[in-house]
């Protein structure tokens, strides 16, 4: 049996579909047992547990073959990740007394880096999970695909889109969710010792722009990406309802300037099936039903 956290969300949807297709049997980890009726529905045991209930993880991991461990994105958070390194410590705690087979968890791209920024989180949680008793995979994929979900409305109304990530023609790994749930099922599945890595992204590296000229076929619409000035960013985060925007500006920065990359290039990640084009038809008819 696979326990799946944040499995009403898009990666951890994703990788128990891929499970059960695979006619393996799911625990659903749920932090509001009500979100968890349609997996109850698809022949999955419920489990609640929040991600900071070391007590509840515990008994939700305990006899499973494989855990998949997803930890809820955070882009508000406190100076010094505070909040990362408590979510580390019971982690740890608990899969240390629950003792699963193995450990899948969903880091990502840039986790080696030692410059600050909102990813460091998951670097924060890597170190923390690194000498568990049992094997583990850390799972670091590039920028989500699905991030494209916010640009869906004003590429349709507007023609226009911003871009954080610039130059706007500069390639930058992305991956679509449904690589990475399909991959992590496979990991889970894989029986192996120790620790690794696995560095995922789609099948070509995406600019900004070819985001737009590939909302601009779907939509059969000229879409206009344009940059937002950097010296812009903390203003606008702030007025978005950030307290601490330093993280997520370190982030894009790191992006744009290079040093969040896979640790292994290019050529060292494996790479998904699904193009970018898939994604956002996707994103689009999701956006039209909404
Ligand atoms: N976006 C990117 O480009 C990118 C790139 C690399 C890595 N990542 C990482 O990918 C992860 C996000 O994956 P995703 O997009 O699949 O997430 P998502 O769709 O936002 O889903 C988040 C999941 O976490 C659950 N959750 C939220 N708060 C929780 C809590 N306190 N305790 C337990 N579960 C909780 C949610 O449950 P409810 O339905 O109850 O809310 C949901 O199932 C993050 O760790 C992020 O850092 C993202």
Redo the contacts with the bound molecule.
Sequence with gaps: MFAI?????????EVARNLLAAGQPVRA????IR?GDAWAGRGCRLEQ????DEAALTSAFEGAEGVFV????NFDPLPDFPEARATALRLRSALEAARPGRVVY????GAQSSQSNL?T??TIIEQALRDLPMPITFL?????M??SSWDVAPARQNGVISSYLQPVDKPVPMVA?ADIGRVAAELLQETGKGRRVVELEGPRRVTPDMIGATFADLLGRPVRVEAVPRETWESIFKSQGMKNPLPRIQMLDGFNQGWIDFENGETGSRKGLVALETVLQQLIESESKS
Excluded: Y
């Design positions: 956290t944040g499995i009403t969300g898009k990666v951890g949807g980890i749920v932090r509001d979100k547990a929040d991600i900071n997803l930890v809820p994105p969903l880091s990502t791209i990813l989180q998951h670091r994929p590039g920028w989500f699905e991030n969710t």
